[in-house]
């Protein structure tokens, strides 16, 4: 993507990610619905680059995604989508009101907070390697914990969404929940009985700043 400076701040946004992270996906999403150009960096999870030179200095946890932007470094997803939010007020990603706002959060933080950590690469690396799990037990942890915070999310996007996660509108839980169900699906999880939030994503999908963002057409894709 050609390097452009982010329009109203003079941002430079570079960010550093890898295409089937989801973490990195979500930040894509989010920069795409936006409108925000920026350069791409990739670090390849598979080979360990991201625990390797300078990024290490640039992510001291040795994760993506990272971005930097006019000499500040900013990790963790969620943390960067607030940030964008707060660099770039529209369109919002979060509602207006204290509650919305809180509700939008726990939505995220379901994903990338209770299904993620226990299902990254370094988690299942560390089943395969130290627990001796086969992969038939791998898939098992993996359903296991994926469902588990499905199912409570189901519940939110029924009490709370309309045409998107929270009100009709996307935002920061939508950003989070199709590359979660990307995952599901990768991984032979079986979703059908969330029906809000398949039909919540299947919206999601058709829209550019969701479609850019998939792992498939990104450069480093392979």
């Known amino acids: 993507m050609p390097r452009?400076?982010?329009?109203?701040?003079?941002?430079?946004?570079t960010l550093h990610g890898y295409w089937r992270s989801t973490a990195s996906w979500r930040v894509r999403i989010a920069l795409g619905l936006k409108d925000l150009p920026y350069r791409q960096v990739t670090h390849d999870l598979r080979t360990g680059e991201q625990r390797l030179g300078a990024f290490a200095d640039l992510s001291p946890q040795g994760l993506v995604p990272a971005i930097e932007a006019n000499g500040t470094i900013l990790t963790q997803s969620?943390?960067?989508i607030e940030w964008?939010?707060?660099?770039w007020p529209e369109p919002r990603l979060l509602p207006n009101d204290p509650a919305g706002r809180a509700i939008v959060r726990a939505m995220s933080q379901i994903i990338a907070c209770d299904i993620h950590p226990l299902n990254n690469l370094r988690v299942l690396t560390e089943l395969r390697a130290q627990l001796g799990f086969d992969e038939a037990k791998v898939k098992d942890w993996i359903a296991r914990w994926t469902r588990a915070g499905l199912a409570a999310l189901e519940v939110l996007v029924a009490r709370h969404g309309g045409l998107f996660a929270y009100g009709e509108a996307p935002g920061m839980?939508?950003?989070?929940l199709v590359p979660q169900l990307f995952a599901a699906e990768r991984f032979e999880v079986d979703v059908s009985d969330f029906p809000h939030l398949l039909a919540v994503a299947d919206?999601?999908?058709q829209l550019d700043a969701f479609s850019r963002a998939i792992p498939a057409v990104q450069p480093d894709a392979d």
């Open 4 to 13: 452009r400076r982010a329009a109203g701040t003079g941002a430079m946004i």
């Open 84 to 87: 964008l939010e707060e660099q």
């Open 78 to 80: 969620l943390a960067i």
């Open 173 to 176: 839980a939508d950003c989070c």
């Open 203 to 205: 919206r999601a999908r």
